[in-house]
């Protein structure tokens, strides 16, 4: 009787200590250190965690909340340098705070995280308006600890800035400044979701250009050549300039239009060839291209220097050898290309329409790209020698930066024998052109009278 009692006893504890420890387990962040690089337009961050179960059970799931408006790019790899899957699942609330869910191939209790973000348009002119001589200053508000659900042991975050010349920052300690460095921390305890703030204002000189939109067009041919043309709408979106411009100021002051855009490099593919940059005025000849081992080195250099807020519409194009993107099996073919291209440092996208033009007869249009886009309505285009048209495969998105720059695939099939099409249309037009002068020269058309003598 006393054994079966104490049994009981021994069960009860146990029980209670099972539901005690499952009510209380959770993950925590041990460690966390983050780097805020706001040394350009962008915001780049990344976070390095040491997460842990305080039950010892293996950690499968870890959400990760952002709160920076305008995010572009995401991504995690875990202690192995590992790739961890990321999936969007927004978060109740403010219309600018989302959940990741990251999900590890290798459950543990303790999680080693490096998460990397890129978000655009944060970092915001201060004063929003400056004169031609005026340096920029800029302003950036966000969060002073990393903003989770679970508690946070220690932290710490070192700041890059563009600049030494930092007006003012958040003075939490402890906090230590070095050049256009600011490292804030280790702070220790965090509780979950910390809403406090985190302002820099300082000098940023770096070029805030932005693409408006970009309508990258790839027009494949099975004779040999891949052609490449990009038009593109760009703004200054860093301080607009206040009063008028004065060119005799600019060229003679070297100080003078310290913000405004002069140049940008743009990079090309190694085989590019046939490379031409022109606006609605036609040839811009103010522009060097350099050929590199790996890529063409281009300096764009606009009609005019580009002031916070003026913008500038360009077309830029070249031609690539198709051995090199395009691949082919039986009637089986493979386009594989970069979606966009490197722009200019540290670019910013809002917009890029990408069109595939295919030859025509061309089949099985399948579409894979290293990202979700928006699909549009497939088309066709009608050019010379064409009969029933040549598909036209379209697609966007938003908001894209360099980390964008990745591989789309395009499978479709073809038949070698439609490559006899337009030579056949053209020695046909040639053959019934002979014909028709050959029967011309045969006709008399002359008008004659003939005389009878008796």
């Known amino acids: 009787m006393k054994k079966m009692e104490l049994s009981r006893i021994i069960y009860c504890v146990a029980l209670t200590y099972l539901c005690f420890s499952a009510a209380n387990a959770e993950i925590i962040n041990k460690n966390v250190e983050r780097v805020l690089d706001l040394s350009s337009q962008l915001v780049k961050t990344t976070y390095k965690i040491t997460a842990e179960e305080t039950t010892g059970k293996p950690i499968k799931e870890y959400v990760f909340i952002v709160t920076e408006p305008n995010l572009s790019y995401i991504s995690a790899k875990d202690g192995l340098n590992k790739k961890v899957e990321v999936q969007k699942i927004q978060e109740g609330g403010a219309s600018n705070v989302f959940s990741y869910k990251l999900t ?37 508000v966000g969060k002073l600890y990393l ?109 003078s239009g310290q913000s405004a855009v002069k140049s940008y490099k743009t990079y090309l593919p190694a085989s590019a060839n ?50 090199e993107y395009l691949y082919s099996s039986g009637n089986k073919y493979m386009l594989k290309m970069h979606l966009i291209d490197h722009i200019h440092d540290n670019m910013l996208i ?32 009608y050019t010379y020698l064409d009969t029933v048209g040549r598909p036209v495969i379209s697609f966007s998105k938003q908001n894209l930066v360099e980390n964008h720059i990745s591989d789309f695939t395009l499978k479709y099939s073809f038949s070698k024998v439609s490559l006899l099409q337009e030579p056949l249309l053209v020695i046909g ?6 014909l028709f002068t050959i029967v011309f020269l045969r006709l008399d058309l002359s008008i004659t009278s003939h005389s009878h003598k008796d």
């Open 429 to 434: 037009f040639i053959y019934i052109i002979f």
């Open 274 to 323: 046939g490379v031409y940059y022109r606006d609605t005025n036609g040839n811009i000849s103010t522009s060097n291209m350099n050929l590199m081992r790996d890529f063409v080195d281009l300096d764009l250099r606009p009609r005019f220097p580009l002031f916070g807020g003026w913008k500038t519409q360009y077309t830029l194009g070249y031609n690539v050898p198709s051995y």
């Open 104 to 140: 590890f191939s290798s459950p543990s209790s303790k999680q080693s995280i490096v998460i990397e973000t890129v978000s655009t348009k944060n970092i915001l002119p201060h004063p929003s308006e400056i004169k031609q001589n005026d340096k920029q200053l800029v302003k950036f």
């Open 147 to 255: 903003y989770s659900k679970y508690s946070t042991s220690t932290q710490k975050t070192n700041v890059i800035l563009s600049s030494s010349n930092i007006l003012s920052h958040t003075q939490v300690k402890p906090f230590s400044v070095s050049s256009n460095k600011v490292f804030f921390g280790p702070y220790e305890n965090i509780g979950a979701q910390s809403e406090d703030e985190l302002v820099l204002h300082y000098e940023n000189q770096t070029p805030f250009l932005t693409v408006n939109t970009l309508e990258r067009t790839i027009e494949v041919s099975h004779w040999g050549n891949i052609a490449v043309k990009e038009d593109i709408q760009l703004t200054h979106s860093g301080a607009k300039l206040k009063g008028s411009f004065s060119r005799y100021d600019f060229q003679k002051d070297g100080r």
């Open 350 to 381: 809002d917009e890029a329409v990408v069109n595939i033009i295919l030859p025509e007869g061309s089949t099985n249009i399948e579409l894979i790209t290293p990202y979700s886009v928006k699909r549009h309505q497939n088309d066709l285009m």
